[in-house]
């Protein structure tokens, strides 16, 4: 059973669009919402991650937009840059109780045009 | 502050061979966790400890896979013998102290990209 379902697979804007990246998830007992960035060769690095007591957050270009009552989360690239180019990872954590594990989506990866 | 470290960076074997790979987490940081990511997918987890013992295991394959942190601080993921699927890159991550507001941020390092011929 996929604890975090992510979506598209790939995406492709151009410079200066605003990539949007969901995710959904069914444990409601999740309470830390990450997303990563990966590049090639690299490990995942965390990019913006939040709460489920806040309903948006903004750091730079990156805002999460979070849905409690639908269990839905969002990531948006505001004025998207060739240099963001990467595979975008959501996660969703469990609590002390389940032993504070980490599961992944299945990664989107965007390619933006020049 | 340094960054988790892992080695080897690559490493080809051939199936039913022994392979064994390395992780430095971040100086103090008690949880630390082994991931497979195979491609296209996102990371899996294998294995997490806190400090030197074992929080969750439960998808790691134990007939063939091990992982130990000896005085919780390095750790050592093994495979034996290993398989065809077992292709993937192996990623180590550690995190402050999970569980506590503003630590739960997990650094990962580069990976080890195991290809099983």
């Known amino acids: 059973q996929q604890q975090v379902k992510q979506s598209p697979q790939s995406l492709i804007v151009q410079k200066g669009g605003i990539p949007i990246i969901n995710c959904a998830y069914e444990?409601?007992?999740?309470?830390?919402f990450p997303w990563y960035q990966q590049f090639p060769g690299k490990g995942p690095a965390l990019l913006i991650a939040i709460r489920p007591d806040v309903s948006e957050k903004k750091e730079g270009r990156f805002t999460i937009s979070f849905n409690k009552s639908a269990k839905q989360f969002s990531l948006h690239i505001m004025d998207s840059q060739p240099g963001d180019s990467a595979t975008y990872f959501c996660?969703?954590?469990?609590?002390?109780?389940?032993?504070?594990?980490?599961?992944f989506g299945t990664g989107t990866s965007l390619t933006v045009i020049p | 502050e340094a960054g988790v470290a892992q080695s080897p960076r690559y490493k080809i074997i051939e199936k039913r061979q022994s392979v064994a790979f390395w992780c430095n987490p971040i100086?103090?940081?008690?949880?630390l966790y082994w991931y497979q990511q195979i491609l296209g997918q996102g990371p899996k987890l294998l294995i997490q400890f806190q400090n030197n013992g074992v929080v969750d295991d439960s998808q790691l394959p134990k007939d063939r896979f091990s992982a130990e942190r000896l005085k919780g601080v390095d750790s050592t993921l093994k495979i034996q013998p290993a398989k065809l699927e077992d292709s993937a890159v192996y990623l180590c991550?550690?995190?402050?102290?999970?569980?506590?507001?503003?630590?739960?941020?997990?650094?990962f390092g580069p990976g080890t990209r195991l290809t099983v011929l």
């Open positions: 991550a550690s995190s402050l102290r999970p569980g506590l507001y503003n630590t739960d941020t997990q650094y």
């Open positions: 100086s103090g940081h008690a949880t």
């Open positions: 996660a969703a954590k469990g609590t002390r109780d389940t032993g504070n594990q980490f599961y």
């Open positions: 444990n409601t007992a999740f309470d830390y």
